[in-house]
Structure formats: structure tokens, C-alpha cells
T-cell receptor, first 114, second 115 residues
Framework: GNSVTQMEGPVTLSEEAFLTINCTYTATGYPSLFWYVQYPGEGLQLLLKATKADDKGSNKGFEATYRKETTSFHLEKGSVQVSDSAVYFCALRGNSGGYQKVTFGTGTKLQVIP | EAGVTQFPSHSVIEKGQTVTLRCDPI?????LYWYRRVMGKEIKFLLHFVKESKQDESGMPNNRFLAERTGGTYSTLKVQPAELEDSGVYFC?????????????FGPGTRLTVL
């Protein structure tokens, strides 16, 4: 079955530091890949997505590139802010037609300190 | 447009009691999903409704969990009787169109604590 593995947290960074959160996946075919973010007290929000190999998803300064050869979808941001403190979830969904449930990783908590 | 809402935001109950969680999807969304995150682990799929019908309930952990979606609008998830291992955050999501490329919109979650 499908699975997602992401680096364990928590990750603590100083403001303006470079962020990388690693994510690798196992899936058949060509899944769509996602990063969701959960800010304190809020629900899950879609941060970015990529639907095919070599696609780059980007939003709010965050980027992730769909690497099929390494089955990875690492999240990066060049300069984090305190407001980026949240829990980040890597996820995938199969594209074999019709409905496919979302498979999530365990989440990585990011804390950015001033 | 209002997003997905869930009630309550937090519930604390004792082992053996019953709890009912509610989810109101985005208006017009036929698809409704329940997910659960237990003890800081991954968020796991529980089940999927299309309107009032259960499309996939393969993630429901056992028969202590009962989900309903009467009339195809809001959904409830009842846990009876609750056990310690049921503690976690229960998320609801909805989507408009059933398909692999359709985005699911998530609610804020209900944090359930079973003592």
C-alpha cells in the first residue's frame, strides 16, 4: 500500500534560517503529492502540491519538487519566519482514477524563534 | 464561503463513555471524509461518504465507531464505548467532486481525550 515517511521533529530554527523537511513516499503508479500545514489552533491547510514528476509546487515562499527517481518531495524555504511555526504534513494520493484517499506522514513540528 | 466546521473543538471523557463528533462540510460538497491522528502519529483515513452513502469505510478501527451522514449534509462520528487508545485529533474534510485531482478541505479537528 501507499506510505509516506517524513523526518521527525521537532525542528527548531532561528528566524531567516533555511528550512528543509524531508519526505519520501512509496506508492504504485504516479501519485499526487502534497504538503499540508496546521497552524496552532487551526485546521489542516493545503500548502502546495505537485501532480507529476519534476513538477515544483510553491506557495508562501515554500517549495517542493516531485522527484520520482528518488521518490521524494522535500519541503524547502529559504528564510523562515516566526509565523511559519506550525506542523507540516507530507501526503500523497493515488491517481489511478476515481476516488483515492489521502495518505499522510507523521507530521513535523517546526518552531521558529526570533 | 464558510469552511469545514467541526464540533466540539475539544472533548474530554472517561473510558466507557460515549462521545459524538460532528462535522459540517462546505455547502454543496458531496464528499465527506473522516481522518484521525493518534498520539502524534500519522493522520489516518477512517471513512468516506458520498452524499449519505458510505463509499469506503476501510479505515474504521472497530465496531465501536459509527459514522452517519443523514440527508447527505452534516456527519456525526460516534465512539461507544470510548477507550484510552481512541484519544487523538479527529479531522473532517470535504470535497466537491469525486476524483483523484479534487482538493479536500479540512476542518480544524476535534481533540478527543479519553481518561
Amino acid at each position: 500500500g501507499n506510505s509516506v515517511t517524513q523526518m521527525e521533529g521537532p525542528v527548531t530554527l532561528s528566524e531567516e534560517a533555511f528550512l528543509t523537511i524531508n519526505c519520501t513516499y512509496t506508492a504504485t503508479g504516479y501519485p499526487s503529492l502534497f504538503w499540508y500545514v496546521q497552524y496552532p489552533g487551526e485546521g489542516l491547510q493545503l500548502l502546495l502540491k505537485a501532480t507529476k514528476a519534476d513538477d515544483k509546487g510553491s506557495n508562501k515562499g515554500f517549495e517542493a519538487t516531485y522527484r520520482k527517481e528518488t521518490t521524494s518531495f522535500h519541503l524547502e524555504k529559504g528564510s523562515v519566519q516566526v509565523s511559519d511555526s506550525a506542523v507540516y504534513f507530507c501526503a500523497l494520493r493515488g491517481n489511478s482514477g476515481g476516488y483515492q484517499k489521502v495518505t499522510f506522514g507523521t507530521g513535523t513540528k517546526l518552531q521558529v524563534i526570533p | 464561503e464558510a469552511g469545514v466546521t467541526q464540533f466540539p473543538s475539544h472533548s474530554v471523557i472517561e473510558k466507557g463513555q460515549t462521545v459524538t463528533l460532528r462535522c459540517d462540510p462546505i455547502s454543496g460538497h458531496d464528499n465527506l471524509y473522516w481522518y484521525r491522528r493518534v498520539m502524534g502519529k500519522e493522520i489516518k483515513f477512517l471513512l468516506h461518504f458520498v452524499k449519505e452513502s458510505k463509499q469506503d469505510e476501510s479505515g474504521m478501527p472497530n465496531n465501536r465507531f459509527l459514522a452517519e451522514r443523514t440527508g447527505g449534509t452534516y456527519s456525526t462520528l460516534k465512539v461507544q464505548p470510548a477507550e484510552l487508545e481512541d484519544s487523538g485529533v479527529y479531522f473532517c474534510a470535504s470535497s466537491q467532486v469525486q476524483g483523484a485531482r479534487d482538493e479536500q478541505f479540512f476542518g480544524p479537528g476535534t481533540r478527543l481525550t479519553v481518561l
